[in-house]
T-cell receptor
Framework: NAGVMQNPRHLVRRRGQEARLRCSPM?????VYWYRQLPEEGLKFMVY????????ESGMPKERFSAEFPKEGPSILRIQQVVRGDSAAYFC?????????????FGSGTRLTVV | DAKTTQPTSMDCAEGRAANLPCNHS???????VYWYRQIHSQGPQYIIH???NNETNEMASLIITEDRKSSTLILPHATLRDTAVYYC?????????????FGQGTRLTINP
């Protein structure tokens, strides 16, 4: 009965490299949400995906960021050509229903450090 | 943007009840009040939610005023592990309304 699994927990990348963050939702959950938390700031919504579809990407930066949730496998948040400002904690959440009436379950996050 | 107002920080003695207020004076009839908390370095954790009636679960109680313009989260017997940032969020439960909008929350410190 595992919760939302995110890996890696910590990721260090040099400027210009690519970062791939993975999120496996809870069993039976087909809705995934990504949030970013910059140092000493609140959580900001990035993107909402269902299996194979992006539903709401209103919080995604226009460039370098992309997300997918394939039919099989985890959801992936990809950041290309990382810059120091991308250093943050990235959290994934999942829900069984799209409305999340009974709350979302969050993972423990991936802490990205760009050096 | 967040539609709630919370105190920046609060302190509470261990074993006492922690009462965290939230103002949501512009709440709409179809919006629920949700509470989440974030313990240091962890992902947010769902606590409780309500529409207009008071709610209680194993973690906390939620008291919503009759006019629904404010609410209070009550942790009945606070422990040191309850030290966290607590977020009050209002959101509609409608088709297409999925994302949570987090404000700055209340940093609750439980003191021994």
């Amino acid at each position: 009965n595992a919760g939302v699994m995110q890996n890696p927990r910590h990721l260090v990348r040099r400027r210009g490299q690519e970062a791939r963050l993975r999120c496996s939702p809870m069993k039976g959950h087909s809705h995934v949400y990504w949030y970013r938390q910059l140092p000493e700031e609140g959580l900001k919504f990035m993107v909402y995906l269902q299996k194979e579809n992006i539903i709401d990407e209103s919080g995604m930066p226009k460039e370098r960021f992309s997300a997918e949730f394939p039919k099989e496998g985890p959801s992936i948040l990809r950041i290309q050509q990382v810059v120091r400002g991308d250093s943050a904690a990235y959290f994934c959440a999942s829900s069984r229903q799209p409305t999340g009436l009974y709350g979302y379950t969050f993972g423990s996050g991936t802490r990205l450090t760009v050096v | 943007d967040a539609k709630t107002t919370q105190p920046t920080s609060m302190d509470c003695a261990e074993g006492r009840a922690a009462n965290l207020p939230c103002n949501h004076s512009t709440i709409s009839g179809n919006e629920y009040v949700y509470w989440y908390r974030q313990i240091h370095s962890q992902g947010p954790q769902y606590i409780i939610h309500g529409l207009k009636n008071n709610e209680t679960n194993e973690m906390a109680s939620l008291i919503i005023t009759e006019d629904r313009k404010s609410s209070t989260l009550i942790l009945p017997h606070a422990t040191l592990r309850d030290t966290a940032v607590y977020y009050c969020i209002v959101r509609p439960i409608l088709r297409g309304a999925q994302k949570l909008v987090f404000g700055q929350g209340t940093r609750l410190t439980i003191n021994p």
